[in-house]
Each structure stands twice: as structure tokens, then as C-alpha cells.
Nanobody, 116 residues
Framework: VQLQASGGGLVQAGGSLRLSCAAS????????MGWYRQAPGKQRELVAS???????NYQDSVKGRFTISRDSAKNTVYLQMDSLKPEDTAAYYC???????????WGQGTEVTVSS
């Protein structure tokens, strides 16, 4: 499985960005897709995830501001980020897992910078 992430950028506090992550390859092996982020000097953390059936999970700090969605026809997962805060500044990574082998697949990071 290959993951191609896009959509990061620089935005002012209170603004919005939408990240996209397109999957290719062994799509049949994917169930959950997620977005993680890693700020400088901090550990990578889960931001949000979505299952093939549409079940979502969010980190508490982004609930009500971020929305994860999935277009199965395009094999793409999106992260709509609204009301952005400077503390959302990080490199964002999409991730999925082969539900048969347990192998993890990561996309390349996309930088999100929120200025105050």
C-alpha cells in the first residue's frame, strides 16, 4: 500500500485547511485509515481515524474542530481542519494498516503551520 498525502500549508489562527491522503496498491487489505501529527520535540500522536464502515475516532483536543472523512471510490481519506490553533502546528502523516499482516503503512508528512 502506498499513501500520498497533500494539503498542508501556512494559515492564521482560526483558519482552515483540508488534508488529503490517497491510497493505492492493495486497497482490499485496508480497514482503518488515520491521521497522526508530530510537533517538534514531541511524540507522534493520533489525531483522528476512520474505519471502512465510517466509524470515527478523534483526539480530544481536536473534537468539534476537525472532521475526518473517507471517499471509498477514490481510496482517499480527508482531514478537514477548522478553527486552527497555533498548537496544531505539526507535520501531519496519514497511516493505515494491512488488516491481514498487521504491517503499517505511512504517507510522507505534510506540514501544517498555524500562526498566531
Amino acid at each position: 500500500v502506498q499513501l500520498q498525502a497533500s494539503g498542508g500549508g501556512l494559515v492564521q489562527a482560526g483558519g482552515s485547511l483540508r488534508l488529503s491522503c490517497a491510497a493505492s496498491g492493495s486497497i482490499f487489505s485496508i480497514n482503518v485509515m488515520g491521521w497522526y501529527r508530530q510537533a517538534p520535540g514531541k511524540q507522534r500522536e493520533l489525531v483522528a481515524s476512520i474505519s471502512r464502515g465510517g466509524r470515527t475516532n478523534y483526539q480530544d483536543s481536536v473534537k468539534g474542530r476537525f472532521t475526518i472523512s473517507r471517499d471509498s471510490a477514490k481510496n482517499t481519506v480527508y482531514l478537514q481542519m477548522d478553527s486552527l490553533k497555533p498548537e496544531d502546528t505539526a507535520a501531519y502523516y496519514c497511516k493505515t494498516q494491512n488488516m491481514y499482516s498487521g504491517d503499517d503503512y505511512w504517507g510522507q508528512g505534510t506540514e501544517v503551520t498555524v500562526s498566531s
